[in-house]
């Protein structure tokens, strides 16, 4: 099993509509989770860190966590065309002072439709 | 605040070189973290710096090695290019360990 599981997509949504992109983990000990976007041919961009259950809203983005079933989401309303890109869910696991590790998904790509 | 900066942005190589990526985190952030980026593998950890000392490692092989010095600015080497390392190399930065991290731009890497 995948440390960090994401569907691959595509996940194509119509302009204006909400597009919801799903990511599980695996291990319980991750205590931070991270969305980042990345345009083809860029470097992913961070969009939203959440940190405890429960939404965590900025702007057209919400983020839901849920550590009882280890699944992080993000929900963006009203999409836009420029929102075309594929979404990265990244978990970080701390364990002690020794072990820091942030896992990133494989990534969902999302087709906003005009 | 300027972002992380990385150089160079392009290199093309042939297999056998070796090659030096170079990251400058963004000022005041003191951890500094590579990935390698490919089609086929998506984002894969190579390794972390933090107060000059490797942290943590991902899995790849001892011809992948970094150091980061004092002002917190970080080079990655590559010794003995395979084909499959062409890629992006990612450079991201930290305020602390735990926090957010922020990437650069990368560096495209194509061996032949």
């Known amino acids: 099993q995948k440390e960090v599981e994401q569907n691959s997509g595509p996940l194509s949504v119509p302009e204006g509509a909400i597009a919801s992109l799903n990511c599980t983990y695996s291990?319980?000990?991750?205590?931070?989770f991270f969305w980042y976007r990345q345009y083809s041919g860029k470097s992913p961009e961070l969009i939203m860190s959440?940190?405890?259950?429960g939404d965590k809203e900025d702007g057209r983005f919400t983020a839901q966590l849920n550590k009882a079933s280890q699944y992080v989401s993000l929900l963006i309303r009203d999409s836009q065309p420029s929102d075309s890109a594929t979404y990265l869910c990244?978990?970080?696991?701390?364990?002690?002072?020794?072990?820091?590790?942030?896992?990133f998904g494989t990534g969902t790509l999302l087709a906003v439709q005009p | 605040k300027a972002g992380v900066t990385q150089t160079p942005r392009y290199l093309i190589k042939t297999r056998g070189q070796q090659v030096t990526l170079s990251c400058s985190p963004i000022?005041?952030?003191?951890?500094v973290s590579w990935y390698q980026q490919t089609p086929g593998q998506g984002l894969q950890f190579l390794f972390e710096?933090?107060?000059?000392?490797?942290?943590n490692k991902g899995n790849f092989p001892g011809r992948f090695s970094g150091r980061q010095f004092s002002n917190s600015r970080s080079e990655m080497n590559v010794s003995t290019l395979e084909l499959g390392d062409s890629a992006l190399y990612l450079c991201?930065?930290?305020?602390?360990?735990?926090?957010?991290?922020?990437f650069g731009p990368g560096t495209r890497l194509t061996v032949l």
């Open positions: 991201a930065s930290s305020l602390e360990r735990v926090d957010e991290q922020f």
């Open positions: 291990d319980r000990g991750s205590q931070s």
């Open positions: 959440i940190y405890s259950n």
């Open positions: 990244a978990v970080r696991l701390i364990y002690g002072g020794a072990t820091n590790k942030l896992i």
């Open positions: 000022s005041g952030h003191r951890s």
């Open positions: 710096y933090f107060s000059e000392t490797q942290r």
